[in-house]
C-alpha cells in the first residue's frame, strides 16, 4: 500500500480485509463479511481479532487512528472506507 | 352433523311421549267420567239404601224413611212371597196387580212395561223400584271369569306390549326420516368445508336437495370466478410491475449521470431527487406487486436456514449506505439473537425489515434515531424498530389493528406487506407509540407451534 509517496506492507490479512473493503468502496461491509473474508464460513468468535487488525489498517492509513476519517466504523454494523481513499 | 341426530332423537322422543300422553289423558277421562257418573244420583240411586229404608208401622202398613221424591225412582212397591203387593208408591195403575214368579225373573232382568226397574230384598218382601223410561239400558251380558282372571293379568304386560310398539314404530318412523336428512347434513358439511355437493334428488327431501345442488354449484362457479379474476388481477399487476421496471431503470440511469457528470450544481440536485424519488416509485411498484402475489397466494415461501445476526447486520448496512446525515441507525443484538438461526424466505423478510426502516426514516423527515433491538424470548425472536420520531398517527395504528379502511384511511402498503410477510411465515406483528413508533415481529426460531404477541 502507497501512502504519501511511502510503501506501507500489509500483513496477508490486513490486505484482505482492506481490498474486501475497497471492493464495497463508500458501501458498510459488515463484520460478518470481512470475517467471513478472511476466516471463512467458521468465523464466529473472531469479531475482536478483526477489530485488532482494524486497529492496525488505521494506523497505516490514517493521519490520526483514533480518530478515523478513512477507514469508518459504523457502529453495531461493521466499516466502511470513504471512496477517495480508493485512490 | 350432531344437529341431525339431535333432531331425530328429539322427533322420536316427543312422538312417542305424545302417544303415550294422549293414552293417559284417554285413560284418565274415561276413568273420570266412570267414577263421576258413578258418583252422581241423579241415574241410579243406591238400591241398597231405599230398601233399607223400610219400616213396618204400628198398623202392620209399610212406609221408608227415604222418601220416593229424594230418589231417582219414579215409582216403587214391596212385594211378599207370592207377588202380591204389600206397598206402593207412585205406581202406575197398569202395573197395580200381583205378579207370577216369571213375570218377576223377567222384569228383574230386562223391563216391566218398559219401565227399567231395580229389584232387591228386605226383611219384608222384594222391593221393586221403577226408573223413568229411557234413562238406562240394560245388556244380555255376562263374562267368563277365566276371561276376567286374564283379562286382569294380561292388562300389565298389554300395555307394556302396546309402549313397546309405540316406541318401535316411531324408531322405524324417525330412522326413515332421519336416513334423508343425513345425506342433508353431510352435503352441507362438504359445502361448509368448500367442496362439490351432489345428492340424490328423490325422496321426502328431495326439494332441499336439489336447492343444496343448485347452492353448490353456484359457489362453485363463483370460487372458479374469484380464482381466475384473482390469477388476472396477479399477472396484470405483475405485468405493469415489469414494464414500469424497465423506464425507471432508465430514468434512474439518466439521473445518476447526470447527477454524477452535470456541471451546475441545480442541475445535480434535481437529477438527484429525480434518482430518489425514481427509487421511490421502483420500490412502491415492487410492493404493490409482492403484496398481490402474497394477498393471492401467489409468491410460495422459499424458507432457507438464516443466521440472523449477519442477515440483521447487511440489512442494516444496505439501509444505512443510502441514509442521509440527519437520521442515525442503533443497533442491539443480543448474544443469543446474534447466534439465533431462522428458517424464513431471506427476500420477504429483509423487504419487511427494510420497510420498517424506511418508513421509519420517510415519516421523520427532519431527522430521529432508529434502533433496531434483536433478542430471544425463549424459543421466539423479537425484533423491533423504533424510532423517536413522531410516531404512528391515530389512524394508521387503528387501520393496522384491523379496522375497516375508508376512502380517507392513510395508504400503508409498506406496513400492510410487512403484516402479510410475518403472517406468511407465522410470526406475529404489532405497531404501537412508545417515545415514538414502535414495531415489534416474533418469530419462530424453529419449525414449531407459531407464537403470538400479546394484543
Redesign the interface.
Known amino acids: 500500500m502507497h501512502r504519501d509517496e511511502c510503501t506501507l506492507p500489509l500483513t496477508a490479512t490486513e490486505r484482505t480485509i482492506l481490498q474486501r473493503l475497497t471492493d464495497a468502496r463508500g458501501h458498510i461491509v459488515t463484520y460478518d463479511a470481512l470475517c467471513q473474508a478472511v476466516w471463512g464460513s467458521g468465523y464466529y468468535g473472531y469479531e475482536n481479532s478483526l477489530n485488532v487488525h482494524i486497529r492496525h489498517l488505521r494506523e497505516k492509513i490514517e493521519a490520526d487512528p483514533s480518530k478515523p476519517v478513512w477507514l469508518q466504523t459504523v457502529r453495531g454494523i461493521g466499516y466502511r472506507l470513504r471512496k477517495e481513499a480508493s485512490q | 352433523m350432531k344437529t341431525v341426530s339431535r333432531i331425530i332423537r328429539r322427533y322420536i322422543s316427543a312422538a312417542f311421549g305424545i302417544v303415550v300422553a294422549v293414552l293417559l289423558v284417554n285413560a284418565a277421562l274415561l276413568g273420570g267420567t266412570v267414577v263421576y257418573w258413578g258418583s252422581r244420583q241423579n241415574t241410579y240411586y243406591p238400591m241398597s239404601r231405599y230398601t233399607s229404608s223400610f219400616v213396618r208401622q204400628a198398623d202392620g202398613s209399610f212406609d221408608t224413611e227415604i222418601p220416593l221424591s229424594d230418589t231417582t225412582f219414579c215409582w216403587a212397591m214391596l212385594l211378599d212371597a207370592d207377588g202380591s203387593i204389600l206397598w206402593q208408591e207412585n205406581l202406575p195403575e197398569s202395573l197395580n196387580h200381583s205378579y207370577t214368579v216369571p213375570e218377576i225373573a223377567s222384569f228383574t232382568r230386562w223391563y216391566l212395561d218398559d219401565y227399567p226397574v231395580m229389584v232387591y230384598r228386605n226383611d219384608f218382601g222384594l222391593v221393586v223400584a221403577g226408573l223413568p223410561r229411557g234413562s238406562i239400558t240394560r245388556f244380555d251380558f255376562y263374562m267368563d271369569n277365566h276371561l276376567i282372571d286374564a283379562f286382569l293379568s294380561g292388562t300389565g304386560p298389554l300395555l307394556l306390549l302396546d309402549a313397546g310398539i309405540i316406541l318401535f314404530f316411531c324408531l322405524l318412523l324417525g330412522w326413515k326420516a332421519a336416513k334423508p336428512l343425513r345425506d342433508i347434513a353431510q352435503g352441507i358439511d362438504r359445502l361448509a368445508e368448500g367442496n362439490a355437493v351432489c345428492l340424490k334428488t328423490a325422496g321426502s327431501a328431495g326439494e332441499l336437495a336439489e336447492k343444496l345442488n343448485q347452492a353448490s354449484e353456484r359457489l362453485q362457479a363463483q370460487a372458479k370466478m374469484i380464482e381466475r379474476r384473482d390469477t388476472a388481477r396477479t399477472n396484470w399487476i405483475a405485468g405493469v410491475s415489469h414494464d414500469i421496471r424497465t423506464p425507471l431503470s432508465l430514468i434512474v440511469g439518466y439521473a445518476e449521470q447526470l447527477e454524477q457528470d452535470g456541471h451546475d450544481a441545480v442541475i445535480r440536485q434535481k437529477a438527484a431527487s429525480i434518482r430518489i424519488q425514481s427509487m421511490k416509485i421502483k420500490k412502491l411498484v415492487e410492493d404493490l406487486n409482492l403484496t398481490s402475489k402474497l394477498q393471492y397466494h401467489a409468491h410460495p415461501l422459499r424458507r432457507e436456514t438464516v443466521n440472523v ?2 442477515w440483521l ?2 440489512c ?3 439501509f ?2 443510502g441514509l442521509d446525515e440527519n437520521h442515525s ?5 443480543s448474544e443469543s439473537a446474534d ?1 439465533a438461526i431462522l428458517k424464513m424466505d431471506r427476500e420477504l423478510m429483509t423487504r419487511a425489515l427494510d420497510n420498517l426502516l424506511v418508513n421509519s426514516a420517510r415519516h421523520n423527515p427532519d431527522g430521529c434515531m432508529i434502533t433496531v433491538r434483536a433478542e430471544m424470548d425463549g424459543n421466539c425472536f423479537k425484533l423491533s424498530v423504533q424510532d423517536n420520531g413522531a410516531g404512528y398517527p391515530a389512524a394508521v395504528l387503528e387501520v393496522l389493528r384491523g379496522a375497516a379502511e375508508t376512502e380517507h384511511a392513510p395508504h400503508i402498503l409498506g406496513l400492510h406487506l410487512v403484516h402479510q410477510i410475518v403472517d406468511a411465515h407465522h410470526g406475529s406483528v404489532r405497531f404501537f407509540n412508545h417515545e415514538g413508533g414502535v414495531s415489534e415481529i416474533m418469530l419462530e426460531a424453529a419449525d414449531s407451534a407459531p407464537m403470538r404477541l400479546p394484543t
Open positions: 445476526g449477519p447486520r447487511q442494516l448496512a444496505a444505512c449506505d441507525v442503533e443497533i442491539c443484538i447466534r
